[in-house]
């Protein structure tokens, strides 16, 4: 019988694996925005993505997944109101 600790793994495995393919779908459809000039679409898909990235890499405990993504999300803002 699996313990409490292993199916709570387990939830959080599958949860990380759907929020990384889900985030990484975002942003190549913001890629894609991107190259057909569909403002602000790509912005706010890349928006989601780096927000969904941020999420697993909080489920995963991985400080550097963290980071980089905490980088591009304050990057973000930036470059938009720069205009």
Do not use: C, E
């Not at 313990?3 to 913001?30: E, N, P, Y």
């Amino acid at each position: 019988m699996p313990s409490d600790v292993a199916r709570a793994g387990a939830v959080a495995g599958r949860a990380a694996f759907a929020v990384k393919w889900t985030a990484s779908i975002l942003q190549i459809a913001g890629y894609t925005a991107t190259a057909f000039g569909w403002t602000p679409l790509n912005l706010h898909l890349f928006v989601a993505g780096v927000l969904g990235w941020f999420a697993v890499g909080v489920l995963w405990n991985d400080r550097a997944i963290m980071l980089i993504h905490l980088i591009a999300l304050g990057a973000m803002p930036a470059g938009m109101s720069r205009g």
